[in-house]
Antibody, heavy 116, light 113 residues
Framework: EVHLVESGGGLAQPGGSLRLSCAAS????????MSWVRQAPGKGLEWVAN????????YYVDSVKGRFTISRDNAKNSLYLQMNSLRAEDTAVYYC?????????WGQGTLVTVSS | DIVMSQSPDSLAVSLGERATINCKSS????????????LAWFQQKPGQPPKLLVY???TRESGVPDRFSGSGSGTDFTLTISSLQAEDVAAYYC?????????FGQGTKLEIK
């Protein structure tokens, strides 16, 4: 069974930074695109970013371009999301997901709260 | 950006009855390279991450009960639950992975009547 575990969430001030991590196990991490998806409290799902198997291609939703950076370390089976210049509207549960014909496996998510 | 519009926003169906959720994309998500629609459906229960039900518009994910089925092509898609069970109470989302940014529908909340 594919296992994805997010960490790094918490409380950040507006304008602050956080780095999310997603630890992958029980599959060949380096063979898959990976994505971040977020869900604001009581709201729907929003795709945030994805990254190619080797990290050579990265794509973002417009609302986070220039502020968030997706990256991966295939040697550590880990996915990251560096979030800078955080805004109140970035408050959400952030999920990492394996990108196969959609998003076939998801982690449990990590909550990011941006508030002063 | 491709806008995904689901209908209805909420739905109440009796146990054992059919539930139908519609999803319309603002442009075609038919991938000409494989002649497949880049459309997936997810189920999300409170406090849980989404669960993939259907991908390529009509391929059921392994382990998903066969009462769930997806259909449609181009811009119009449907998720059907043939005989509603109590455990199907959840929010359902369609999702296009045809183009960047990938986008979700706003969700449909399914309840028991």
């Amino acid at each position: 069974e594919v296992h994805l575990v997010e960490s790094g969430g918490g409380l950040a001030q507006p304008g602050g930074s956080l780095r999310l991590s997603c630890a992958a196990s029980t599959f060949t991490f380096s063979s898959y695109w990976m994505s971040w998806v977020r869900q604001a409290p009581g709201k729907g799902l929003e795709w945030v970013a994805n990254i190619k198997e080797d990290g050579s291609e990265k794509y973002y939703v417009d609302s986070v371009k220039g502020r968030f950076t997706i990256s991966r370390d295939n040697a550590k089976n880990s996915l990251y999301l560096q979030m800078n210049s955080l805004r109140a509207e970035d408050t959400a549960v952030y999920y990492c997901a394996r990108s196969v014909a959609g998003l076939d496996y998801w982690g449990q998510g990590t909550l990011v709260t941006v508030s002063s | 950006d491709i806008v995904m519009s689901q209908s209805p926003d909420s739905l109440a169906v009796s146990l054992g009855e059919r539930a139908t959720i519609n999803c319309k994309s603002s442009q075609s998500v038919l991938n000409s390279s494989n002649n497949k629609n880049s459309l997936a459906w997810f189920q999300q229960k409170p406090g849980q991450p989404p669960k993939l039900l259907v991908y390529w518009a009509s391929t059921r994910e392994s382990g998903v009960p066969d009462r769930f089925s997806g259909s449609g092509s181009g811009t119009d898609f449907t998720l059907t639950i043939s005989s509603l069970q109590a455990e199907d109470v959840a929010a359902y989302y369609c999702y296009q992975f045809y183009s960047i940014p990938n986008t979700f529908g706003q969700g449909t909340k399914l309840e028991i009547k």
